[in-house]
Protein backbone atom coordinates (compact mmCIF):
# COMPACT_ATOMS: atom_id res chain seq x y z
CA UNK A 1 0.00 0.00 0.00
CA UNK A 2 1.48 3.48 -0.77
CA UNK A 3 2.04 5.78 2.53
CA UNK A 4 1.55 8.91 0.41
CA UNK A 5 -2.08 9.03 2.22
CA UNK A 6 -2.87 10.26 5.37
CA UNK A 7 -6.18 8.45 5.58
CA UNK A 8 -8.08 6.09 3.52
CA UNK A 9 -11.64 4.05 4.03
CA UNK A 10 -12.64 0.86 2.07
CA UNK A 11 -16.31 -0.14 1.86
CA UNK A 12 -16.99 1.95 5.04
CA UNK A 13 -20.21 1.42 6.24
CA UNK A 14 -22.18 3.59 9.35
CA UNK A 15 -25.63 2.01 9.55
CA UNK A 16 -27.96 2.33 12.80
CA UNK A 17 -30.98 0.03 13.43
CA UNK A 18 -34.28 0.79 13.49
CA UNK A 19 -36.77 -0.82 15.82
CA UNK A 20 -37.90 -1.73 18.69
CA UNK A 21 -36.12 -3.57 22.10
CA UNK A 22 -36.79 -6.86 21.04
CA UNK A 23 -36.72 -6.76 16.73
CA UNK A 24 -34.78 -4.58 14.30
CA UNK A 25 -37.29 -3.55 11.35
CA UNK A 26 -34.60 -2.08 9.66
CA UNK A 27 -31.63 0.11 9.35
CA UNK A 28 -30.51 3.72 8.74
CA UNK A 29 -27.56 3.56 5.97
CA UNK A 30 -26.17 6.92 7.04
CA UNK A 31 -22.68 5.75 5.49
CA UNK A 32 -23.14 3.01 3.12
CA UNK A 33 -19.66 2.12 1.39
CA UNK A 34 -17.70 5.14 0.98
CA UNK A 35 -13.82 4.74 -0.59
CA UNK A 36 -11.95 7.81 0.25
CA UNK A 37 -8.51 8.86 0.39
CA UNK A 38 -6.72 12.21 2.06
CA UNK A 39 -3.58 12.77 0.85
CA UNK A 40 -1.17 14.33 2.70
CA UNK A 41 -1.10 18.10 2.88
CA UNK A 42 -4.24 18.63 0.96
CA UNK A 43 -8.12 19.76 2.11
CA UNK A 44 -10.50 17.17 1.03
CA UNK A 45 -14.14 18.87 1.44
CA UNK A 46 -17.13 16.52 1.70
CA UNK A 47 -20.27 18.27 0.15
CA UNK A 48 -23.89 17.38 0.85
CA UNK A 49 -27.45 18.08 1.64
CA UNK A 50 -28.13 17.82 5.32
CA UNK A 51 -28.70 14.39 6.27
CA UNK A 52 -26.67 12.95 3.66
CA UNK A 53 -24.20 11.81 5.92
CA UNK A 54 -21.56 13.88 6.15
CA UNK A 55 -20.65 14.52 10.07
CA UNK A 56 -21.34 10.68 10.17
CA UNK A 57 -18.77 10.03 7.89
CA UNK A 58 -16.41 12.52 10.30
CA UNK A 59 -17.43 11.18 13.35
CA UNK A 60 -16.89 8.17 12.56
CA UNK A 61 -13.35 8.69 10.97
CA UNK A 62 -12.64 10.14 14.52
CA UNK A 63 -13.44 7.39 16.27
CA UNK A 64 -16.16 8.61 17.75
CA UNK A 65 -18.80 5.96 16.14
CA UNK A 66 -18.31 2.32 15.87
CA UNK A 67 -17.84 0.94 12.18
CA UNK A 68 -20.64 -1.16 10.94
CA UNK A 69 -18.60 -2.40 8.40
CA UNK A 70 -15.29 -1.87 6.08
CA UNK A 71 -12.13 -0.04 7.02
CA UNK A 72 -10.05 2.99 7.83
CA UNK A 73 -6.47 3.30 7.37
CA UNK A 74 -4.55 5.81 8.87
CA UNK A 75 -0.67 6.82 8.69
CA UNK A 76 0.57 7.98 11.83
CA UNK A 77 3.31 10.12 13.04
CA UNK A 78 6.50 8.27 13.95
CA UNK A 79 6.60 9.23 17.03
CA UNK A 80 2.65 7.72 17.73
CA UNK A 81 3.24 4.66 15.41
CA UNK A 82 6.30 3.78 18.47
CA UNK A 83 4.08 4.39 20.84
CA UNK A 84 1.31 1.64 19.57
CA UNK A 85 3.73 -0.63 19.26
CA UNK A 86 5.03 -0.09 22.66
CA UNK A 87 1.60 -0.64 23.87
CA UNK A 88 1.33 -3.84 21.89
CA UNK A 89 -0.74 -2.65 19.07
CA UNK A 90 -0.49 -3.68 15.33
CA UNK A 91 1.02 -0.86 12.98
CA UNK A 92 2.69 -1.65 9.46
CA UNK A 93 4.55 0.55 9.29
CA UNK A 94 3.57 3.42 10.26
CA UNK A 95 0.32 2.78 9.00
CA UNK A 96 -2.84 1.59 11.15
CA UNK A 97 -6.04 -0.25 10.83
CA UNK A 98 -8.89 0.81 13.17
CA UNK A 99 -10.06 -2.83 13.19
CA UNK A 100 -6.85 -3.87 14.41
CA UNK A 101 -6.96 -0.99 17.15
CA UNK A 102 -8.28 -1.82 21.05
CA UNK A 103 -9.91 1.47 22.54
CA UNK A 104 -6.51 2.36 23.95
CA UNK A 105 -5.10 2.21 20.92
CA UNK A 106 -7.40 4.30 19.27
CA UNK A 107 -7.10 7.00 22.17
CA UNK A 108 -3.64 7.08 21.40
CA UNK A 109 -3.84 7.24 17.52
CA UNK A 110 -5.94 10.42 18.44
CA UNK A 111 -3.02 12.43 19.18
CA UNK A 112 -2.26 12.59 15.53
CA UNK A 113 -5.77 13.94 14.76
CA UNK A 114 -8.59 16.13 15.85
CA UNK A 115 -11.61 17.83 14.96
CA UNK A 116 -13.02 21.30 14.73
CA UNK A 117 -16.97 20.86 15.72
CA UNK A 118 -19.53 22.79 13.77
CA UNK A 119 -21.03 25.29 16.39
CA UNK A 120 -18.56 26.79 18.18
CA UNK A 121 -20.94 28.84 20.60
CA UNK A 122 -21.84 25.04 22.58
CA UNK A 123 -18.73 23.33 21.86
CA UNK A 124 -16.61 25.61 24.57
CA UNK A 125 -17.15 25.03 28.20
CA UNK A 126 -18.36 28.28 29.23
CA UNK A 127 -16.31 27.52 33.08
CA UNK A 128 -13.22 27.15 31.68
CA UNK A 129 -10.72 30.21 30.69
CA UNK A 130 -9.86 29.59 26.72
CA UNK A 131 -5.92 28.66 27.79
CA UNK A 132 -7.71 25.79 29.32
CA UNK A 133 -9.79 24.61 26.57
CA UNK A 134 -6.87 25.65 24.27
CA UNK A 135 -4.31 23.18 26.16
CA UNK A 136 -6.85 20.29 27.20
CA UNK A 137 -5.61 17.82 24.47
CA UNK A 138 -2.56 18.56 25.50
CA UNK A 139 -3.16 17.77 28.94
CA UNK A 140 -5.55 14.47 28.07
CA UNK A 141 -2.52 12.89 26.43
CA UNK A 142 -0.28 14.06 29.27
CA UNK A 143 2.04 15.90 26.55
CA UNK A 144 3.60 18.34 29.03
CA UNK A 145 3.04 20.12 32.47
CA UNK A 146 0.01 22.33 33.46
CA UNK A 147 2.57 25.10 33.28
CA UNK A 148 3.90 23.95 29.51
CA UNK A 149 0.58 23.47 28.41
CA UNK A 150 -0.32 26.76 29.02
CA UNK A 151 2.80 28.32 26.56
CA UNK A 152 1.68 25.95 23.93
CA UNK A 153 -1.79 27.01 24.43
CA UNK A 154 -0.31 30.77 23.81
CA UNK A 155 1.97 29.09 20.84
CA UNK A 156 -1.81 27.48 19.15
CA UNK A 157 -3.76 31.03 19.70
CA UNK A 158 -0.91 33.06 17.91
CA UNK A 159 -1.55 31.03 15.03
CA UNK A 160 -4.83 31.57 14.85
CA UNK A 161 -4.30 35.27 14.82
CA UNK A 162 -5.41 35.84 18.68
CA UNK A 163 -2.87 37.14 21.09
CA UNK A 164 -1.77 36.51 25.01
CA UNK A 165 -4.77 38.84 25.78
CA UNK A 166 -7.10 36.07 24.83
CA UNK A 167 -5.34 33.38 28.02
CA UNK A 168 -7.46 34.21 30.12
CA UNK A 169 -10.33 35.33 28.84
CA UNK A 170 -13.61 32.82 29.10
CA UNK A 171 -15.80 32.38 25.61
CA UNK A 172 -18.77 34.60 26.63
CA UNK A 173 -16.23 37.39 26.12
CA UNK A 174 -15.29 36.50 22.22
CA UNK A 175 -17.41 36.78 19.30
CA UNK A 176 -18.18 33.94 17.12
CA UNK A 177 -15.22 34.59 14.69
CA UNK A 178 -12.97 34.61 18.09
CA UNK A 179 -14.88 31.29 19.27
CA UNK A 180 -14.30 29.05 16.19
CA UNK A 181 -10.59 30.59 16.49
CA UNK A 182 -10.49 28.74 19.66
CA UNK A 183 -11.70 25.84 18.72
CA UNK A 184 -9.32 25.68 15.49
CA UNK A 185 -6.13 26.88 18.24
CA UNK A 186 -7.67 23.74 20.28
CA UNK A 187 -7.14 21.10 17.63
CA UNK A 188 -3.71 22.42 16.74
CA UNK A 189 -2.40 22.56 20.02
CA UNK A 190 -0.51 18.72 19.74
CA UNK A 191 0.49 19.53 16.15
CA UNK A 192 -1.85 16.74 14.20
CA UNK A 193 -1.18 15.30 11.15
CA UNK A 194 -5.09 15.46 10.18
CA UNK A 195 -7.79 17.74 10.94
CA UNK A 196 -11.70 17.10 10.64
CA UNK A 197 -13.36 20.67 10.51
CA UNK A 198 -17.66 19.70 10.18
CA UNK A 199 -18.89 22.79 8.79
CA UNK A 200 -16.21 25.03 9.78
CA UNK A 201 -18.21 28.53 8.84
CA UNK A 202 -21.50 27.24 8.71
CA UNK A 203 -22.75 28.89 12.47
CA UNK A 204 -20.36 32.51 11.29
CA UNK A 205 -21.77 35.57 9.36
CA UNK A 206 -20.77 35.78 6.32
CA UNK A 207 -18.10 38.74 6.97
CA UNK A 208 -15.88 36.29 9.10
CA UNK A 209 -16.55 33.22 6.81
CA UNK A 210 -13.98 34.21 4.48
CA UNK A 211 -11.59 34.99 7.06
CA UNK A 212 -12.18 31.73 8.51
CA UNK A 213 -11.42 29.99 5.43
CA UNK A 214 -8.49 31.80 4.98
CA UNK A 215 -6.78 30.72 8.41
CA UNK A 216 -8.00 26.93 7.17
CA UNK A 217 -5.70 27.01 3.94
CA UNK A 218 -2.76 29.22 5.59
CA UNK A 219 -2.71 26.50 8.33
CA UNK A 220 -2.65 23.87 6.44
CA UNK A 221 0.57 25.40 4.09
CA UNK A 222 2.34 26.51 7.28
CA UNK A 223 1.95 23.34 9.96
CA UNK A 224 1.56 20.66 7.11
CA UNK A 225 -1.65 19.44 8.11
CA UNK A 226 -4.25 17.41 6.21
CA UNK A 227 -7.64 18.52 6.23
CA UNK A 228 -11.41 17.00 5.75
CA UNK A 229 -14.07 19.72 5.67
CA UNK A 230 -17.42 19.03 5.87
CA UNK A 231 -20.08 21.20 4.01
CA UNK A 232 -23.60 22.00 2.87
CA UNK A 233 -22.28 25.06 0.68
CA UNK A 234 -20.78 24.31 -2.76
CA UNK A 235 -20.19 28.30 -3.16
CA UNK A 236 -17.44 28.18 -0.16
CA UNK A 237 -15.23 25.06 -1.90
CA UNK A 238 -13.19 26.82 -4.68
CA UNK A 239 -11.61 28.89 -1.91
CA UNK A 240 -10.53 26.43 0.45
CA UNK A 241 -10.76 22.45 -1.35
CA UNK A 242 -7.93 20.91 -3.65
CA UNK A 243 -10.62 17.89 -4.21
CA UNK A 244 -13.99 17.72 -3.84
CA UNK A 245 -16.58 14.51 -2.54
CA UNK A 246 -19.94 14.93 -3.27
CA UNK A 247 -22.08 12.91 -0.91
CA UNK A 248 -26.00 11.55 -1.58
CA UNK A 249 -27.64 9.22 1.15
CA UNK A 250 -24.31 7.99 2.34
CA UNK A 251 -22.62 7.46 -0.49
CA UNK A 252 -20.09 9.43 -2.70
CA UNK A 253 -21.60 9.91 -6.28
CA UNK A 254 -19.04 12.38 -7.56
CA UNK A 255 -15.13 13.32 -6.64
CA UNK A 256 -12.42 15.16 -8.00
CA UNK A 257 -10.31 18.03 -8.46
CA UNK A 258 -11.95 21.24 -7.41
CA UNK A 259 -12.00 23.42 -10.20
CA UNK A 260 -12.90 20.48 -12.30
CA UNK A 261 -16.26 19.11 -10.58
CA UNK A 262 -17.30 22.86 -10.44
CA UNK A 263 -16.78 23.67 -14.16
CA UNK A 264 -17.75 20.34 -15.35
CA UNK A 265 -20.25 18.42 -13.04
CA UNK A 266 -21.06 14.80 -14.13
CA UNK A 267 -23.38 13.34 -11.90
CA UNK A 268 -26.85 14.88 -11.97
CA UNK A 269 -27.09 15.69 -8.01
CA UNK A 270 -23.62 17.79 -8.32
CA UNK A 271 -25.63 19.44 -11.03
CA UNK A 272 -28.72 20.23 -9.05
CA UNK A 273 -25.85 21.58 -6.10
CA UNK A 274 -24.83 23.87 -8.46
CA UNK A 275 -27.89 25.21 -10.05
CA UNK A 276 -28.66 25.89 -6.42
CA UNK A 277 -25.33 28.15 -5.75
CA UNK A 278 -26.57 31.81 -5.81
CA UNK A 279 -24.53 33.58 -8.60
CA UNK A 280 -24.13 37.24 -7.37
CA UNK A 281 -24.37 39.22 -11.39
CA UNK A 282 -26.94 41.54 -11.58
CA UNK A 283 -27.75 39.99 -14.90
CA UNK A 284 -29.18 36.89 -13.38
CA UNK A 285 -31.62 38.41 -10.83
CA UNK A 286 -34.63 37.47 -13.65
CA UNK A 287 -32.82 34.44 -15.66
CA UNK A 288 -35.02 31.06 -14.69
CA UNK A 289 -32.58 28.47 -12.90
CA UNK A 290 -33.27 25.07 -14.36
CA UNK A 291 -32.49 22.39 -11.31
CA UNK A 292 -31.65 19.24 -12.67
CA UNK A 293 -33.71 16.72 -9.73
CA UNK A 294 -37.23 16.16 -8.39
CA UNK A 295 -39.04 15.30 -5.37
CA UNK A 296 -37.22 14.85 -2.19
CA UNK A 297 -34.60 13.08 -0.22
CA UNK A 298 -35.82 9.70 0.82
CA UNK A 299 -34.33 6.45 1.74
CA UNK A 300 -31.95 4.95 -0.84
CA UNK A 301 -33.88 2.30 -2.39
CA UNK A 302 -33.30 -1.61 -1.57
CA UNK A 303 -31.42 -2.08 -5.05
CA UNK A 304 -30.22 0.04 -8.09
CA UNK A 305 -28.87 3.29 -8.08
CA UNK A 306 -30.20 5.47 -4.74
CA UNK A 307 -30.47 8.67 -6.99
CA UNK A 308 -32.93 7.13 -9.43
CA UNK A 309 -36.07 8.50 -7.23
CA UNK A 310 -35.04 11.86 -7.81
CA UNK A 311 -33.03 11.72 -11.53
CA UNK A 312 -34.24 13.57 -14.45
CA UNK A 313 -31.65 11.93 -16.54
CA UNK A 314 -32.53 8.80 -16.45
CA UNK A 315 -35.79 9.56 -18.76
CA UNK A 316 -33.69 11.46 -21.19
CA UNK A 317 -31.52 8.35 -22.50
CA UNK A 318 -33.09 5.33 -24.08
CA UNK A 319 -33.00 2.64 -22.49
CA UNK A 320 -31.02 3.03 -19.62
CA UNK A 321 -33.63 2.92 -16.46
CA UNK A 322 -33.07 -0.86 -16.22
CA UNK A 323 -29.90 -0.69 -15.43
CA UNK A 324 -30.26 2.04 -12.57
CA UNK A 325 -32.86 -0.18 -11.40
CA UNK A 326 -31.27 -3.16 -10.74
CA UNK A 327 -27.51 -2.30 -10.26
CA UNK A 328 -25.91 0.86 -8.31
CA UNK A 329 -23.05 2.01 -10.54
CA UNK A 330 -19.60 2.34 -8.80
CA UNK A 331 -17.07 5.36 -8.26
CA UNK A 332 -15.44 5.03 -11.45
CA UNK A 333 -12.77 7.19 -13.69
CA UNK A 334 -9.53 9.10 -13.52
CA UNK A 335 -8.80 11.88 -10.63
CA UNK A 336 -12.45 12.88 -12.08
CA UNK A 337 -14.71 10.31 -10.66
CA UNK A 338 -18.70 9.52 -11.07
CA UNK A 339 -21.00 7.20 -9.89
CA UNK A 340 -23.94 7.06 -12.95
CA UNK A 341 -25.10 4.97 -15.29
CA UNK A 342 -25.50 7.77 -17.59
CA UNK A 343 -22.71 10.24 -17.14
CA UNK A 344 -20.86 8.59 -20.02
CA UNK A 345 -23.59 9.18 -22.99
CA UNK A 346 -24.27 12.48 -21.19
CA UNK A 347 -20.54 13.67 -21.99
CA UNK A 348 -19.13 11.69 -24.81
Known amino acids: MSEDFVLRTEGLKKWYKIGGIFSVKGYVRAVDGVDVTIRKGEVYCVVGESG ?100 IAAQALEKVKLGEEFLDRYP ?48 RDKENVSLMVITHDLATTPHLCDRIGVMYLGKIVEEGPTREVIENPLH ?45 LVDQIEGIRPMCSEKEPPLVGDGHKVACWGAKEVHS
Open 52 to 151: CGKSTLARTIMGLEEITSGEIYFNASPSTAKLLEKKGEKVHGTIVKYSELSEKGLRILKRDMQMVFQDPYASLDPKMKIWEIVAEPVLVHKLASKKKARE
Open 172 to 219: HELSGGQKQRVMIARALSISPKFIVADEPVSMLDVSIRAEIIHLLKEI
Open 268 to 312: PYTKALMAAVLEPSPENRKRRIEVPIKGEVGVPPERGCRFLPRCV
